[in-house]
């Protein structure tokens, strides 16, 4: 069975998703200046980023046991971060 390639899966396509608009939030802080709002969508953006990036890498290619490991506990963090950064406080 041949690979999957990274973009024909969700995984590249989520992923690609969050390069952009991680792109586009420092293009709101440049014209509108830092606040800690701002920063939420950025760092949701990289977090769902690198969380489909490494879950393509631990569960779609081959890699040795502990490479795979590594790249799904930390692709965990990365949707923690994600998940976090989406809850509505009420404030």
Do not use: K, R
């Not at 973009?7 to 606040?35: A, D, K, N, P, R």
């Not at 994600?82 to 509505?88: E, M, P, Q, R, V």
């Amino acid at each position: 069975m041949a690979a999957a390639l990274f973009l024909e899966l969700s995984w590249g396509v989520l992923s690609s998703i969050g390069i952009v608009c991680f792109l586009f939030g420092f293009l709101i802080i440049g014209i509108t200046g830092w606040s800690a709002a701002a920063s939420v969508p950025i760092i949701s953006s990289v977090a769902g980023c690198l969380a489909n990036a490494l879950c393509y890498y631990a569960y779609y290619q081959t890699h040795p046991p502990v490479e795979t490991a590594v790249a799904s506990a930390f692709a965990d963090v990365m949707w923690m971060a994600l998940a976090s950064s989406l809850i509505d406080t009420g404030h």
